[in-house]
T-cell receptor, first 115, second 116 residues
Framework: KAGVTQTPRYLIKTRGQQVTLSCSPISGHRSVSWYQQTPGQGLQFLFEYFSETQRNKGNFPGRFSGRQFSNSRSEMNVSTLELGDSALYLC??????????????FGPGTRLLVL | AQTVTQSQPEMSVQEAETVTLSCTYDTSESNYYLFWYKQPPSRQMILVIRQEAYKQQNATENRFSVNFQKAAKSFSLKISDSQLGDTAMYFCAFMKPPYNNNDMRFGAGTRLTVKP
């Protein structure tokens, strides 16, 4: 089975622009979670989608949004980019909604640089 | 609020030797789960090991084992017979009930380098 894929792998944007990142989960996985990883804040949960519905949301401003399609692929969007949005954005998928028992499989990440 | 502390930003070990990565956490919960994740350079993050707080027996996965001290709120990871492929960032994580994604906290990570 192919693993979790994320596109693009690298992205450079300028402040004020918006960006859309894509994540394709492992075939059969219906839950997709997004995380932001930065050297200062570490790994922080953004949101989780299951069956096209947002199931959980982390503590991020409304500029961060996401969606999930019927084929379980997910996109996240960041509008009005700020310098502090520079980070590695990780996507993870699992068969069922994320719990302590459900193992997530991570993608390689999209590295976003905001200038 | 739950916090996870990894006090060793960087560590190194010689190939074939044993290394222990430390992790402490703070919580008022009685049951919870603890995890160690490995993130190799430019590769996917993977789950290494998982421990339930109610289980007294320390979890093991091949060369990876944990030393879980509930009273001390300590959850260290021991890697035996270190291999070059163990070079990675290691993240300790804590998850409290009701065990959703936003109930999870990660430590800042320890960068481990295995030297030949």
């Amino acid at each position: 089975k192919a693993g979790v894929t994320q596109t693009p792998r690298y992205l450079i944007k300028t402040r004020g622009q918006q960006v859309t990142l894509s994540c394709s989960p492992i075939s059969g996985h219906r839950s997709v979670s997004w995380y932001q990883q930065t050297p200062g804040q570490g790994l922080q949960f953004l949101f989780e989608y299951f069956s096209e519905t947002q199931r959980n949301k982390g503590n991020f401003p409304g500029r961060f949004s996401g969606r999930q399609f019927s084929n379980s692929r997910s996109e996240m969007n960041v509008s009005t980019l700020e310098l502090g949005d520079s980070a590695l954005y990780l996507c993870a998928s699992s068969l069922a909604p994320r719990t302590h028992q459900e193992t997530q499989y991570f993608g390689p990440g999209t590295r976003l640089l905001v200038l | 609020a739950q916090t996870v502390t990894q006090s060793q930003p960087e560590m190194s070990v010689q190939e074939a030797e044993t290394v222990t990565l430390s992790c402490t956490y703070d919580t008022s919960e009685s049951n919870y789960y603890l995890f160690w994740y490995k993130q190799p350079p430019s590769r996917q993050m993977i789950l290494v090991i998982r421990q339930e707080a109610y289980k007294q027996q320390n979890a093991t996965e091949n060369r990876f084992s944990v030393n879980f001290q509930k009273a001390a709120k300590s959850f260290s990871l021991k890697i035996s017979d270190s291999q070059l492929g163990d070079t990675a960032m290691y993240f300790c994580a804590f998850m409290k009930p009701p065990y959703n994604n936003n109930d999870m906290r990660f430590g800042a990570g320890t960068r481990l380098t295995v030297k030949p």
